[in-house]
């Protein structure tokens, strides 16, 4: 969901500066280190296109329900630009967020790290409060907003359901991965 998205590749950016902090308080170099690919590969390959997977199979879904306008791309140019700058949004304040923490780091700054991503896990898991069950329908934003009671529910609609199971389970998988490989590897080059 485009709202759990955004704030979630900040998240992300935090938890990965904090798995390789022994790393990144010694590394002087700030965009060209040695972590500074595999990051942006992180976010290029395993998280955004998860987001994008969703929106471009559900866009009424993975947008909360809050537009319309999201489930007409095509003959759209700003709807398919919004396409785009989602997926890249993701990217870029994935990377901001943990070249950030380096640059926090780097000052002596460990709270303020830690701060930022529990404020950005926060972030992330709001929307669920805020706007509770919206995730468990499965339908366009007409059908949801006629009555979401009527619209399919996540279980009982079974593509999107294996679909979003699939999507879900490749983005844990790589992510936990991923911030393994990231706290061995960044161990072993930090001393």
Known sequence: M???DIPGAIAAGQIYALLSREYLKKEQERFTHRLAGPI???FALFFAPVGMFLLVGWPAWES???WEWIERPAFN???AFFYIAFYLSM???GNTSYFTAHALYRRGKDGTVKLLAVLSVIATLLPFFLWPW???YVGTFKEYHADPKETETLFKATSFFWSW???MGYFVVTSVVFGVWLKRFSS???K
Do not use: E, G, K, N
């Open 165 to 167: 199971l699939f999507v």
């Open 91 to 93: 990217i870029i304040l």
């Open 40 to 42: 942006s590969w992180y």
């Open 188 to 190: 072993r080059i930090a």
């Open 2 to 4: 485009i709202q759990v």
């Open 134 to 136: 919206t995730w468990y």
């Open 64 to 66: 909360m329900y809050w």
């Open 77 to 79: 140019p700003p709807v």
